[in-house]
Every structure is written in C-alpha cells, then in structure tokens.
C-alpha cells in the first residue's frame, strides 16, 4: 500500500500561482504513476493531470494545459502539481492518487490510493 499526504492549497486571488504537493509512504513510489484529479463543490472528482512512473511522460486535460504542470521527485517520494494562471473556475479539492499501471489513467476507477484532499480557492 501507499499513503498519499496533500498539501500547498490556500486562497489566492485570480492570476495568481500555487503549487501542490503530495508526499507518498509505504511502498515504492517509483512503482507507481500518478495522478491529479479535482472536485468542487456538487459536482465530480474530475481528471486533472497525470504522469508516469519514471515523470518521462505527462497527461493534462484540456483547460489546464499551458498553465499547470505536473512532475515528481521520485528521490523525495513526492509529486507536485503547479498551478499558474489560477482562475476562479480551478476552485476545488485537489486529490492526489496512485495508479499502478504503466500509463496512467484519467478516470478515477484507474486509480488505488487517494489522499485526503487540499483545498484550493480562488478569488476573482
């Protein structure tokens, strides 16, 4: 098993920069790709970004792309998400997650741990 810690969400004012962290424990990090996915308030957990095992590859979906980038220190045990450009539609609940395939999947039913969630806010 893994356990997944989040951290580096706030209140930040539209345009502004943030980056996620989540810290991993238990089995070999490096054994897994990760994901992000986030939720906001009355609606689903959704896909956010995803990268694979060894970070040489890395998945985003479409209204991100070009302002957060997803990447790990396998060293460290830990993947970042950093966020740029924040808009008041990225308000949500940032999950991270671990999905033991090789290429890491975008729906929620690929992945097999989760953490507890950090919470984003941005202000317009």
């Known amino acids: 098993q893994v356990q997944l810690v989040e951290s580096g969400g706030g209140l930040v004012q539209a345009g502004s920069s943030l980056r996620l962290s989540c810290a991993a424990s238990?089995?070999?990090?490096?054994?897994?790709?990760m994901g992000w996915f986030r939720q906001a308030p009355g609606k689903e957990r959704d896909f956010v970004a995803a990268?694979?095992?060894?970070?040489?590859?890395?998945y985003y979906t479409d209204s991100v792309k070009g302002r957060f980038t997803i990447s790990r220190n396998n060293a460290k045990n830990t993947v970042y998400l950093q966020m740029n450009s924040l808009k008041p539609e990225d308000t949500a609940v940032y999950y991270c997650?671990?999905?033991?395939?090789?290429?890491?999947?975008?729906?929620?039913?690929?992945?097999?741990?989760w953490g507890q969630g950090t919470q984003v806010t941005v202000s317009s």
């Open positions: 997650a671990a999905d033991v395939s090789v290429i890491p999947g975008t729906s929620i039913t690929a992945y097999d741990y």
């Open positions: 238990g089995r070999t990090f490096s054994s897994y790709a």
């Open positions: 990268i694979t095992r060894s970070g040489g590859s890395t």
